[in-house]
């Protein structure tokens, strides 16, 4: 089964919250800035350009070594997304964000131990971001521990309830899990939400047959 995409950088709106904690030199923030703009547009080979150039002047930046890791992991570089994002770590071991897109990128790679590791330390450090959720009840799903990945991801959605792509992702989660009746409401909420949802539709369509009609 194809897990749903998502269709919208994931990284964007946290850029920009680095980009107002910084309090280093001027002229790197100014690039900094540059690099977000870029990278808001989905531009992201040419903010990669301006990651780059914030890093020459300012090595050590753990703001431009997190958004260099976002962006090369958007550009499926990942070889390069991890050694920055690592570096970041080390610099601060409480960056959830580096935590959740190693753990995204070792998904991808299905190093589900590592994955896990790293979304596991995510969520212990951020328990309000919805990314860390889904990304940790994605990796819960490709690992077939299907009671787990319900648990996540019902935490998911108590977070950001309207969603359909949430919700769709939690009926999957229910459809593989072989509780057929709570995908089918679960994609029916999804639809509610957006009735366009054709994975929601298909979803629906293949359940339906297993639940017993009254």
């Known amino acids: 089964m194809q897990f749903l995409p998502r269709h919208q950088p994931k990284y964007g709106t946290i850029i920009a919250l680095f980009l107002l904690t910084s309090c280093g030199q001027r002229l790197v923030s100014e690039i900094i800035y540059d690099g977000n703009q870029y ?3 989905h531009e992201y080979a040419k903010a ?10 300012d090595p050590n930046n753990l703001i431009v070594e997190n ?9 499926n570089q990942t070889t390069e997304a991890i050694k920055y994002l690592t570096a970041a770590i080390q610099q601060d071991q409480k960056d959830y964000i580096a935590h959740y897109v190693l753990a995204s990128i070792y998904l991808k790679q299905n190093k589900l131990d590592l ?12 328990k309000t971001e919805s990314q860390v959720y889904e990304t940790l009840g994605r990796i819960y799903l490709a690992r077939k521990e299907y009671p ?8 998911l959605i ?7 792509n949430y919700l769709v992702l939690l009926a999957q989660a229910y459809e593989l899990n ?7 409401d679960t994609g029916n909420e999804a639809l509610e939400i957006n009735s366009d ?9 293949r359940v339906t047959k297993f639940i017993p009609t009254p």
């Open 148 to 155: 787990l990945a319900i648990s996540t991801l019902k935490q």
């Open 197 to 205: 949802n054709l994975p929601a539709k298909e979803l629906i369509t």
């Open 158 to 164: 108590q977070i950001d309830q309207y969603d359909d």
């Open 67 to 75: 958004n260099l890791g976002v962006v090369l992991n958007e550009l």
């Open 115 to 126: 994955a896990l590791a790293e979304a596991i330390t995510a969520q212990s450090l951020n």
């Open 39 to 41: 990278y808001e547009r």
């Open 48 to 57: 990669l350009v301006f990651y780059q150039k914030a890093l020459a002047q």
């Open 178 to 184: 072989q509780e057929y009746a709570l995908a089918r």
